[in-house]
C-alpha cells in the first residue's frame, strides 16, 4: 500500500487549502487515516483521525480545519479553512491498513505519505 498527498502549496491568512491523499495498492480494508503535521523546529503533531464515522481533532485545527474521506476511490481529504501562518507545516497522510499475504494470512500495516508543504502567509 502507498500513500500520497497532494494540494499543498501556498495559502494567505484566512485563506483555503485542500489536501487529498490517495491510497493505492492492495489491501482489505483501512482502520484508521489520520492527518498529521510537522512544523520547522517542532515535533510531528496528529491533527485529525477518522474510522468510520469516528472523527476527532486537534484543538489547533478544530472548526476550521475538516477531514472527510472517499472510500470508493480511497481518497483522504483535508479541507483546511480560516487558514493561520501557524499552519505552515508539512503534512503527512497516515493509514492503516489490513491486507493479505501470500501466505493468506490478514496483517495489519501502517503506512506514511511522503509529504505535502503547505506555507500560509500573513
Known amino acids: 500500500v502507498q500513500l500520497v498527498e497532494s494540494g499543498g502549496g501556498c495559502g494567505q491568512s484566512g485563506g483555503s487549502l485542500r489536501l487529498s491523499c490517495a491510497a493505492s495498492?492492495?489491501?482489505?480494508?483501512?482502520?484508521?487515516m489520520r492527518w498529521y503535521r510537522q512544523a520547522p523546529g517542532k515535533e510531528r503533531e496528529m491533527v485529525a483521525t477518522i474510522s468510520g464515522s469516528n472523527i476527532q481533532y486537534s484543538d489547533s485545527v478544530r472548526g476550521r480545519f475538516t477531514v472527510s474521506q472517499d472510500d470508493f476511490n480511497n481518497i483522504l481529504y483535508f479541507q483546511m479553512d480560516r487558514l493561520k501562518p501557524e499552519d505552515t507545516a508539512v503534512y503527512y497522510c497516515n493509514g492503516g491498513f489490513y491486507y493479505r499475504g501470500d501466505d493468506q494470512v490478514t496483517r495489519y500495516s501502517e503506512v506514511w505519505g511522503p509529504g505535502t508543504l503547505v506555507t500560509v502567509s500573513s
Open positions: 495498492g492492495s489491501f482489505n480494508s483501512i482502520h484508521t
